[in-house]
């Protein structure tokens, strides 16, 4: 459980970014975060994992404060934290499976980590976790000579090796195409449940929003101004949050075909 209250950021002495934004995700819920350039989103995300100092205000994963924490209590809290990329972040001349890997380095020890000696349960692990995301097949392969959608699965399943409790995605989508886009997002969306692991995905792909995640919350100007069911929000949610211009990705909001498509319904193609 994440429980953020009246969180604040000003950066210097600029207006603030976020103007007390209060949000509490449950495990197993997919929350999307929209809103336009410049709302705050990635702030909001940053704050979380505290890349970004907090101005004031409390953000509590499963008890523990995360806001004031410092050295060591910070390394260890962070490591709660699983943390997914638009360019997913991949260490580019190293394999598939040193990439993976580098999700446990808050755990293990430097010597154990610049010599390469993981513990063979983070090796099982990787596996295991490799295999459910179909990327198994790849593990001794460089990192860079893989496709975006591949690429991405690897950041996922780095950031499910630190055993998270949360998982913070910011637009984890916005480097794909639209079909690799949506299987990023049902995986996404099945590992939250399989999991029982709170997601948080910024997004800018509505329609995607309103697909593959349990709530969308809007932010405008650092203040948000929805948080509701993907099935409410409406073309007036979206008037409010773009201020009437159409999100980037969406001419018309098309009408939601139920609850999101499951994974074995989206073509995995090889991307
Ligand atoms: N390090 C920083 N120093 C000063 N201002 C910043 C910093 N980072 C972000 N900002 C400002 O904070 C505001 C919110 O930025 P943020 O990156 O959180 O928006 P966003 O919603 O993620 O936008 P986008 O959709 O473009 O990614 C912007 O006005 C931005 O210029
Ligand atoms: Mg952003």
Redesign the pocket.
């Known amino acids: 459980m994440l429980e953020i209250s009246n969180l604040v950021k000003r ?2 002495q ?1 207006e603030p ?1 976020l103007k007390g934004l209060d949000l509490a995700v449950d495990g197993n819920s997919v929350v999307a975060i929209v ?10 995300l940053r704050c979380i994992n505290r890349l ?1 100092e907090p101005t004031s205000g409390s953000i509590r994963l499963n008890g523990t404060e995360l806001v004031n924490l410092r050295h060591r209590d910070l390394r260890r809290a962070r490591r709660k934290i699983g943390m997914v990329f638009q360019g997913f972040n991949l260490i580019d001349r190293l394999t598939v499976m040193e990439n993976v890997l580098a999700g446990r380095l808050g755990y293990v020890s430097l010597f154990q980590a610049v010599s390469r000696r993981y513990p063979q349960e983070d090796i099982e692990r990787a596996f295991v976790l490799m295999e459910r995301v179909g990327i198994a097949h790849y593990a001794n392969k460089r990192a860079d000579e893989l496709s975006g959608g591949e690429r991405q699965r690897v950041g996922v399943v780095r950031a499910l090796m630190q055993e998270p409790e949360v998982l913070l995605a910011d ?1 984890p989508t916005a480097s794909l195409d639209p079909r690799t886009s949506e299987q990023i997002m049902v995986l996404l969306q099945s590992l939250a449940s399989e999991l029982s692991l709170p997601v948080l995905i ?1 997004i ?1 792909n509505v329609a995607q929003a309103r697909s593959y995640t349990d709530r969308i919350v809007g ?1 405008r100007h650092g203040t948000m101004i929805f948080d509701g069911a993907p099935a409410d929000f409406d073309k007036e949610a979206l008037d409010a949050i773009y201020g009437g211009i159409e999100s980037p990705e969406d001419e018309a909001i098309p009408p939601q075909a139920g609850p999101g498509k499951r994974e074995s319904e989206v073509r995995h193609d090889s991307t």
């Open positions: 950066y210097g600029d970014v809103g336009a350039s410049g709302a705050g989103k990635s702030t909001m970004v637009e910024n800018h932010l």
